[in-house]
């Protein structure tokens, strides 16, 4: 697949188990046990702050920042996700359609903090998207974002071609009936070096552990995530 199939085909799949992905996420182990308290652990004090959320889902995340007393605007390419967000958030946030790989909608320096968990494995050009998360944050805002650890995804999708960022494809059975996501893998560098060269600085790296409660739902899993991380996180800061 180019660049812009395997973006459009990850999209397209959003759209389609969007009311599944919103069903499950609120307890399957991968997201409330392992991704959600590794981030939130990486946010600071919110209330007051003005947050943009990308690749919001159905809006999980966005709740809590609100919850927290954050003015929220959450974003996403699938319309499904953002009606689901609106639906989650009832007015109390903004809800808007947002693509990652596109211009944010969005004015220079309009927020403190920019939140982007398991949203960038499906964009290919990380150096576009920070270069618009830097535009869009006021000096001394923050990033802080999750996606799939390269060392994770080399050895799941058997690359031999570590230094490339090659679209690939997984079959995701956690959600009711199997079906293909496709995505991209890239290198650590790759992960790194973009935020790098947008100006942000990086403040604090994450490699997670999942959590107790992971450990009572899926034990197989969280002693293997115990060994071997799956995800990897940054806080990022704009001098
Ligand atoms: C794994 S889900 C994560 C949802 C949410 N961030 C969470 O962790 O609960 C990935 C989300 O990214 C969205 N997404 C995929 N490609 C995108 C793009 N190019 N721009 C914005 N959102 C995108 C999907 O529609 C989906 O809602």
Known sequence: MDKLETERAAAATYERIADRYAAALETKPHNAYYDRPAVISLWPNVAGLDVLDTGCGPGVYAEELVNRGARVTAGDISARMCELASVRLAGRATVTPLDLAA?????????????????????????HVFSEFFRVLRPGGIVIMSAAHPDFDAEY?????????????????????????????????DFINPPLEAGFRLDRLLEPLPTEQFRQADPRRHERLMRRPSFLMMRLQRP
């Open 103 to 127: 211009n944010l909608p969005a004015a220079e320096a309009a927020f403190d903090m920019i939140n982007a968990p398991l949203c960038l494995d499906y964009v290919r050009d990380w150096r």
């Open 157 to 189: 999708f058997k690359t031999d071609a570590y230094f490339d960022v090659e679209s690939v494809e997984a079959t995701w059975s956690g959600f009711g009936e199997p079906f293909r996501m496709n995505c991209y893998r890239r290198s650590l560098a």
